[in-house]
C-alpha cells in the first residue's frame, strides 16, 4: 500500500505554545486528508477533512481556530495546535486518499504522540 | 447514519484459541467496512477490508472476516491466537467519504 509519514512521532511543548504535526504522503497525490484526534484507551475521532487548495471542513465541535489545518500542496497536510493547553495533549493521527480512489484506500501515518505540559 | 458498534471493549482468549471479535454495522445499504489494529503507541494497521467483492474477506496475519447482511454483521476471527496478537482492535464503516471508527476492543492473550 502507499505511505503516509507523519512527524513528529512524539512533541512535549510548554502550555500556550503552538505546536504542527506534517503529514505527508510519500507516493502518491494524496487530494484529500483526514485528521483524527485519539484520546488514551479510545477510539479515532474524526476532527477534519481537507481537500488541496480548500479550506479544511471542520467535524462538529472541533475548534477550527484552535486547530489549523492547512492543505496546500497535494503531498503535504499541516495541523496546528495553537496556544496549546494540556488538554489538548492526545494521540494525532492523520489519513490520506488519492482523488481517483474511494475511500476504501485511504492510508493512515503512524500518529503522532501530543505532551502539553 | 452508518455507524459501527463494537461488542466488548476487552476479549480475552488464550494462546491457540479461536479469536472472535465482534462487530455490528447500522445501515442502508451494504457500506465499506475495514478491521484495523493498534499496537500502542503506534497508528493504525489495515487488517482487512470489505467493499462488496466478497462476503468472507481474508486479511494479513491470518485474519477474516464474514459480511452478514442478514445479522449486519462483520465479525473478525482467526482461528488460533498468538501472543503478538494482543492489541487493540478497531471495526470501521466507510461513510460520506469518511472512515468512522468503532470504539475499539482490547485483545488479551492469556498463555
Known amino acids: 500500500g502507499a505511505v503516509v509519514s507523519q512527524h513528529p512521532s512524539r512533541v512535549i511543548c510548554k502550555s500556550g505554545t503552538s505546536v504542527k504535526i506534517e503529514c505527508r504522503s510519500l507516493d502518491f497525490q494524496a487530494t484529500t486528508m483526514f485528521w483524527y484526534r485519539q484520546f488514551p484507551k479510545q477510539s479515532l475521532m474524526l476532527m477534519a477533512t481537507?481537500?488541496?487548495?480548500?479550506?479544511?471542513?471542520?467535524e462538529q465541535g472541533v475548534e477550527k481556530d484552535k486547530f489549523l489545518i492547512n492543505h496546500a500542496s497535494l503531498t503535504l497536510s499541516t495541523l496546528t495546535v495553537t496556544s496549546a493547553h494540556p488538554e489538548d495533549s492526545s494521540f494525532y493521527i492523520c489519513?490520506?486518499?488519492?482523488?481517483?480512489?474511494?475511500?476504501?484506500?485511504?492510508?493512515f501515518g503512524q500518529g503522532t504522540r501530543l505532551t502539553v505540559v | 447514519a452508518q455507524s459501527v458498534t463494537q461488542l466488548g471493549s476487552h476479549v480475552s482468549v488464550s494462546e491457540g484459541a479461536l479469536v472472535l471479535l465482534r462487530c455490528n454495522y447500522s445501515?442502508?445499504?451494504?457500506?465499506?467496512l475495514f478491521w484495523y489494529v493498534q499496537y500502542p503507541n503506534q497508528g493504525l494497521q489495515l487488517l482487512l477490508k470489505?467493499?462488496?467483492?466478497?462476503?468472507l474477506v481474508k486479511g494479513i496475519n491470518g485474519f477474516e472476516a464474514e459480511f452478514k447482511k442478514s445479522e449486519t454483521s462483520f465479525h473478525l476471527t482467526k482461528p488460533s491466537a498468538h501472543m503478538s496478537d494482543a492489541a487493540e482492535y478497531f471495526c470501521a464503516v466507510g461513510r460520506d467519504d469518511k472512515i468512522i471508527f468503532g470504539k475499539g476492543t482490547r485483545l488479551h492473550i492469556l498463555p
Open positions: 445501515s442502508s445499504v451494504p457500506p465499506y
Open positions: 481537507s481537500n488541496e487548495g480548500s479550506k479544511a471542513t471542520y
Open positions: 470489505y467493499t462488496s467483492a466478497a462476503t
Open positions: 489519513s490520506a486518499r488519492a482523488h481517483e480512489f474511494r475511500i476504501t484506500e485511504a492510508f
